[in-house]
């Protein structure tokens, strides 16, 4: 064999473990600091998760009435989801391991359910609860998504309220011993499985019952009872309130060995962040920009802290969602806002929900999920605009690892796109996949390899690149409560934002949008929304 033909074949060889690389199912992770990182190749692996329930009454995933298994898992995999946070009731370990599933389904009286099991997954029917769970991991594994197991009730219902009795440790369906018995068990389960990358401990802790003293105790010892059956997998704290506070942490760190393999979540919806609770609608009837930027403040001080610092750990966003039909414009509002925040961190995330309707749901037969990724069908986007609006979310902006220079991507969350500069020099939104880089100097944003800055040509006109940059049209500065509007002077000596343009995917300037703090300026902001998101991929 000649030198070269052996070094073709090293090289050969390399691309082969380079790809593989690249598609591996990344198991087993660890963390380093606030990064998640793939084992297998030293580099920073992003969840990007569907959450997908089977912690109701039927006790296993939901859809598999409407869709073939191998189907509804080639979904996520279309969407760009790389990742599946499967939901589970602890009870369906201790007390109904064995239990059948057509019986199960009979006792609940939902024939249209059964109906379309034995149409699209007939086997399923023939199984325990349990095997139905291992199918449908394995079929996520065969398909490249990685799974976070996670316990999200005791006994098998609809989460949750105050009342519900399931919701800390010690009420009468979350008895401590048993829910510690039921990780066990299914860690033990999945123990070398592959696909099982990460398992939480409860979801969304709540309830009078509520008690710092009991969520270092009780956490504790699910944390060690998961991690002596299986130390490969990820284990996931969630807070107190609704997985929405750690702030206790501040005064009391968590002080438990789990090598590298400590992960933090954190959830959030319109209605659960500060001040949320106490005056509806806010995200209509305050500014945009105030509660925006009261709710970043809040989500930092409850949980942010904890991926920074000397101590740092992951922090997974494993819960926020929105109706994906469009007709909230609350949640249009706040999910905008959160877009900014999981961006500029690039948050590892978990979207409710992937699936798009419920066997049953509190007493309602195959309920439609309007927070569903896909629609009542299963077989398409509930939001046709879904996949523009979370392409820079799904990517992987930042890598610990990388050896690239670092940069700024312009991000226009309103739209999900990012900021390119077409054959004209001027500034236009378009796809992610191909934007432009920048590097924020001084008050100045230049376009990465060249000497052009971004300037203002007045008020309604296109923003150019230009190799003026000197003038007052060239100097940037991020202004407003939110820190979401870039503005500055136009030739004509006008105060301008950058703004998407209504009719075309120009940039231009124009008069810029409640950006004082005023409680009467309720005017709508985000189309002046833009964010440069720090990038070394």
């Known amino acids: 064999m000649s030198k070269s033909t052996s070094q073709k074949q090293n090289l050969c060889l390399l691309l082969l473990v380079s790809i593989f690389a690249s598609y591996s199912n990344a198991y087993p992770l660890s963390t380093n600091q606030r990064w998640i990182i793939d084992d297998s190749t030293g580099q920073r692996a992003k969840l990007v998760c569907g959450n997908w329930a089977g912690h109701l009454q039927p006790m296993m995933p939901e859809g598999l009435d409407r869709q073939p298994l191998k189907d509804l898992v080639a979904l996520l995999v279309k969407h760009k989801f790389n990742c599946v946070r499967l939901t589970y009731a602890i009870y369906m370990w201790t007390r109904y391991s064995g239990s059948n599933v057509n019986e199960t389904l009979g006792s609940l009286d ?63 369906h979350f ?6 018995s039921g990780l066990t068990l299914a860690a033990k389960k999945f123990a070398g499985n592959s696909a099982v990358v990460a398992m939480s401990l409860r979801n969304e802790l709540h ?35 609704y997985d929405t506070e750690f702030q206790f942490l501040r005064r009391k760190p968590l002080k438990i060995d789990l090598g590298k393999k400590l992960v933090y979540e954190k959830h959030l919806y319109s209605w659960s962040g500060i001040d949320t609770l106490k005056l509806k609608d806010i995200w209509t009837k305050q500014p945009l920009n105030r509660v925006c930027a009261n709710n970043i403040k809040a989500m930092d001080y409850r949980a942010g802290f904890l991926n920074t610092g000397k101590d740092a750990a992951p922090l997974i966003f494993t819960e926020f969602g929105f109706d994906q039909s469009g007709g909230s414009e609350g949640d249009n509002k706040y999910l905008t806002c959160l877009q900014t ?12 929900a992937f699936h798009g309707s419920y066997y049953a749901r509190e007493d309602k037969v195959q309920l439609d999920e309007s927070f569903g990724v896909l629609d009542a069908t299963w077989s398409q ?5 879904f996949t523009d609006k979370f392409q820079l979310l799904q990517r992987k902006n930042q890598d610990p690892t990388s050896k690239a220079p670092n940069a700024h991507i312009l991000f226009h969350p309103l739209t999900g796109k990012c900021a390119q500069v077409n054959n004209n020099n001027e500034l236009e939104v378009g796809s992610c996949e191909s934007q432009n880089r920048w590097n924020s100097v001084g008050s100045q944003i230049l376009l990465s390899g060249t000497k052009k800055c971004l300037s203002a040509a007045g008020e309604g006109l296109p923003v150019v690149v230009s190799e003026d940059c000197q003038g007052k049209h060239s100097s940037w500065k991020p202004i407003s409560l939110s820190r979401l509007h870039l503005a500055t002077k136009a030739k004509d000596g006008k105060h301008v934002c950058l703004q998407k343009d209504s009719n075309s995917s120009s940039i231009v300037t124009s008069q810029c949008i409640c950006v004082t703090d005023d409680s009467l300026c309720l005017d709508d902001p985000r189309s002046q929304w833009f964010q440069l998101v720090a990038t070394n991929v």
């Open 110 to 172: 939902i024939p249209e359910v059964v109906e379309g099991i034995a149409k699209n997954n007939p086997s399923v029917l023939k199984m325990t609860h349990i095997q139905v769970f291992e199918a449908v991991i394995n079929e996520l594994g065969a398909q490249n998504v990685k799974v976070l197991f996670d316990n999200h009730v005791s006994k098998p219902k609809w989460c949750c309220a105050d009342d519900d009795e399931n919701g800390f440790f010690h009420d009468r």
């Open 175 to 180: 008895d401590p011993q048993e829910w510690v």
């Open 207 to 241: 309830g009078p019952r509520q008690n710092e003293g009991d969520w270092y105790k009780y956490m504790s010892q699910g944390a060690i009872a998961i991690h002596r059956e299986n130390p490969q997998v990820l284990v996931v704290f969630s807070g107190l309130n």
């Open 341 to 352: 925040y999981l961006v500029g961190r690039d948050l590892d995330w978990g979207i409710w």
């Open 381 to 385: 986007l509930r939001n046709p605009n």
